[in-house]
């Protein structure tokens, strides 16, 4: 069973960086894809970015150009860099990671991102 493990949320300015870090662990033989969502206050969870093991990317329309995902396969973690930070980005941000064959869809406990002067 796989296990997420992030690291990174907290304060931010308007404009200013972040980067968010997620770890896989535990018992799982591959992981076919990881990404990132968020949820903020009153609103559905969304996606982020998304990344496959051949690092393969999408993101939100909304953060084009802006936020970057990668991934260290060798340490089965992924990151999002977060540049240029909108209010709107403020949200509990999730890290998920999946796979077909086998099937397994695991999400992260989620990591507060708050953007504010």
């Known amino acids: 069973q796989v296990q997420l493990v992030e690291s990174g949320g907290g304060l931010v300015q308007p404009g200013g960086s972040l980067r968010l870090s997620c770890a896989a662990s535990?018992?799982?033989?591959?992981?076919?894809?990881m990404g990132w969502y968020r949820q903020a206050p009153g609103k559905q969870r969304e996606l982020v970015a998304t990344?496959?093991?051949?690092?393969?990317?999408k993101y939100a329309d909304s953060v084009k150009g802006r936020f970057t995902i990668s991934r260290d396969n060798a340490k089965n973690t992924i990151y999002l860099q977060m540049n240029s930070m909108k209010p709107e980005g403020t949200a509990l941000y999730y890290c998920?990671?999946?796979?077909?064959?086998?099937?397994?869809?695991?999400w992260g406990q989620g990591t507060q991102v708050t953007v504010s002067s």
């Open positions: 998920n990671a999946g796979s077909i064959w086998p099937r397994f869809n695991v």
């Open positions: 535990g018992t799982f033989f591959s992981i076919d894809v």
């Open positions: 990344i496959t093991s051949g690092n393969s990317t």
